[in-house]
């Protein structure tokens, strides 16, 4: 998601996660809530989205039937407070695909597309709230300085409960396990 931003007034209030189910998707849409409460996040600008698309049809047609991977979908990270994350890109299990909310259990990695202005967002408070959701990768996708995108991988460390540094890749993935994918992500 791009950079936490003030949401309007009426969203503002604590958010229940009983509430937020009954909302309709078109006010899901664009929004995260992080304790409770609600914090916009505006859609992000064609290049990340088209990013987070390539990178999520890659990751659907090299997972196998077993899994999906999908952009724009809410990931429930916990109940009380309400925290629910969207990640650019969510690889999830086939199997739920309609089970609603979808919750870490159901997912195997989230990657981020780090815009201007959410780098603290995406570098240290959600990839703390993903590793202690047990979400097993976390990818974090930001511009180098030639344009090219910089791929930092984590890999959940069971034994910590946090993340440990994987690869970091430029430009092209070459993933082996758990899933054989090659992505060539090209300019930001």
């Known amino acids: ?3 936490e931003t003030t949401p309007p007034a009426e969203l503002r209030q604590q958010v229940t ?9 078109e006010r899901c849409a ?22 987070a698309r ?22 429930r990270l916990q109940d009380v407070p309400l925290t629910n994350r969207r990640p650019h890109v969510v690889v999830y299990r086939a199997e739920t695909i309609d089970v609603t909310p979808t ?14 202005g959410s780098e603290t967002a995406d570098r ?3 990839v703390n709230q993903y590793a ?19 791929i930092h991988t984590y ?10 540094t994987g690869d970091v890749f430029t430009g092209v993935v070459r993933v082996a396990a758990p899933f054989a994918v090659e992505i060539d992500l090209g300019p930001l």
């Open 54 to 75: 390539i990178l999520a049809n890659a990751l659907d047609a090299a997972a196998g039937p077993g899994w999906n991977a999908d952009t724009d979908f809410d990931v």
């Open 17 to 25: 996660a009983e509430q937020y189910d009954s909302w309709p998707e």
């Open 132 to 150: 202690k959701a047990g979400i097993a990768f976390y990818w974090r996708i930001e511009r180098a300085a030639a344009g090219v995108p910089l």
């Open 124 to 126: 240290r408070v959600k």
């Open 30 to 51: 664009g929004i995260e809530v992080v304790d409770g409460r609600v914090v916009g996040s505006p859609s992000a600008s064609k290049r990340p989205r088209r990013l």
């Open 103 to 116: 919750r870490p259990e159901h997912v195997l990695l989230v990657a981020e597309v780090v815009p201007p």
């Open 155 to 164: 890999v959940l460390d069971p034994a910590t409960g946090g993340y440990r």
């Open 1 to 3: 998601m791009t950079a």
